[in-house]
């Protein structure tokens, strides 16, 4: 292409409302625009880089076994009624109602459609496993669209589902689906990490989250430093604390005036942190109040919390003016002697179970316990893994320490089992000739959102540094005078159609301005490769070559430079 012919949309100014590095250079470098909130157009720029994606993902999809279609974006209400998530859903979901007044939504995600061709297409095991995927628009009506195409409410996905006759054949999809994302990512350029993650509202047990990465990114990310372990810090456990030490410390109440928070406490008994205990109140199930303790120094994590039996989903905290009226207990100073006698059930962290002579709310205004310890002074109840996980904790395989990073998650897998099959009567015939429910996969890529994460990892001041797999053009041809000078413009014609003949897409940069201008564009572009052609170097039949990753070009001769933009692309 030239770029006098080209819809070339750079700008130089930061958009207004832009956070992200990757969201101004998407607008600068004329990839994208915004039509609404989280609603963009794709330019052609832009578009090149969509292609380059979805292609990667189709090739690796297509060798373990995808078979591509394509859904409708509009639903019947009647199908999400169905599976239940007409009302479970939440505010994400776009309905949308015909002249007749039928409810339908823009799809924010496909399992409903699937499972409908799944019950309507497949009879018998004979026909499984069987994997199909889309890459399609997708609308979420996301609270905070923020971060461009990172986080908007229309965006493109690559979804997959997959369908078994049993669990080992959908454990067996699931592995390849690792490894196929495994290798979509890395033909991308990305540092990336696959990361275990709680299934959450999709339903199944086991799940994948693939990480880009990033100091941005939304998530947190836990790792040993010395083994594969690595979870998303909503799933992330630490190793079982050591064994529950014996009691040294007799009880004793303490008077602890105005000291409701643990860090006023533990200041004012001159006490470490991980030497008490806090209270948090929750709802539980019907409508009972549950107590839960941690450590002081450690954080409640809501999802396990969540999780356990007898919370309510999803967690409520039981705020202070209904703990005084209900239990006659005083906020900021509860602690688990005696509360069992109030009927209270009682969740233990198992870190906090694991803690001798600690400090803990006495149940009386301005009182405190020291010296406290499980089974003399109170009853443990029942102890889970209740907190996130911090820095340096040992890692649950027993290898090496946690580390945290921030990621920006750009894949997801899930077993999802029979959880849709069985919603909308998906069954095939077995072996022996009995209906079964079919077991389902599900695999989602965010297409449009791995863009803007490969930016956050490859660019510089200048702007876009793009990995050469999704790059938009291989290489930039710089004429300096094409218009003046006739030799200049003759050599830039004949190595434009040459490097085309060759299969290279070559963007030339034929505008009538400074040269500067010409590479400020090229480089904000990110063009893995610039040629520039002038007098001077025609004289010493030479060409200048530089990589965008490096600072300083190399002289090729005019022989070489097809062979040499080849070799690097
Ligand atoms: P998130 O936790 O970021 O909201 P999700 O769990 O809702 O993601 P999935 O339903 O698993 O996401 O969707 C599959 C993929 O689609 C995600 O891994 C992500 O890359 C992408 N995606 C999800 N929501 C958005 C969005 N609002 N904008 C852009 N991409 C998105
Ligand atoms: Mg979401």
Known sequence: MRTTQYLLATVKEDPADSELISQKLMVRAGLIRKLSSGIFSWLPLGFRVLTKVENIIRDELTKVGGMEIKMPNVQPAELWQESGRWELYGNELLKIYDRAERGFVFGPTHEEVITDIARSELRSYKQLPLTLYQIQTKFRDEIRP???????????????????????????????????????????????????????????????????????????????????YAANVEKASAALPAALPAPSQA?????????????????????????????????????????????????????????????????SFVNEADIKASLDLPAGFIGPVGLAAKGVPVI??????????????????????????????????????????????????????????????????????????????????????????????????????????????????????????????????????????????????????ELQDAGIEVLLDDRRERPGVLFADMDLIGIPQRVVIGERGIDNGVLEHKLRTEKDNSEVSIDDIVQTVIQAS
């Open 146 to 228: 923020r971060y461009g195409v990172m986080r908007s409410r229309e965006f493109i996905m690559k979804d997959a589902y997959s369908f078994h006759i049993d669990d080992a054949s959908l454990e067996e999809t699931y592995h390849a689906m690792y490894q196929a994302y495994c290798k979509i990512f890395t033909r991308m350029g990305l540092d990336f990490r696959p990361v275990e993650a709680d299934s959450g509202a999709i339903g199944g047990d086991t799940s994948h989250e693939f990480q880009v990465i990033a100091d941005v990114g939304e998530d947190t990310l836990v790792f040993s430093d010395k083994s594969d």
């Open 251 to 315: 009880l004793e109440k303490v008077a602890t005036p105005d000291t409701k928070t643990i860090k006023s406490v533990c200041e004012h008994l001159n006490l470490p942190e991980s030497k008490s205990i806090k209270a948090l109140l929750v709802k539980g199930q019907d409508d009972a109040v549950v107590a839960l303790f941690l450590r002081g120094d450690h954080q409640l994590n809501d999802i396990k919390a969540e999780r356990h039996p007898l919370v309510f989903s999803p967690l």
């Open 348 to 497: 233990v962290d198992r870190d906090a179970a694991a803690l001798a002579d600690f400090c803990c709310g006495a149940n009386e205004v301005d009182q405190h316990f020291v010296g406290v310890n499980w089974q003399r002074d109170c009853e443990t109840g029942e102890i889970a893994d209740l907190r996130n996980v911090v820095a340096g904790d040992a890692s649950p395989d027993g290898k090496g320490a946690l580390q945290i990073k921030r990621g920006i998650e750009v894949g997801h897998i899930f077993q999802l089992g029979d959880k849709y099959s069985k919603a909308l009567g998906a069954n095939v015939l077995n072996e022996q000739g009995k209906g079964v429910a079919l077991k389902m996969g599900c695999y989602g890529i965010g297409v449009s959102r791995v863009i803007a994460a490969a930016i956050e990892q490859h660019h510089d001041d200048r702007g876009i540094v793009w990995p050469k797999a999704m790059a938009p053009f291989q290489v930039a041809i710089v004429p300096m005078n094409y218009h003046k000078s006739q030799r200049v413009r003759e050599l830039t014609d004949k190595l434009y159609q």
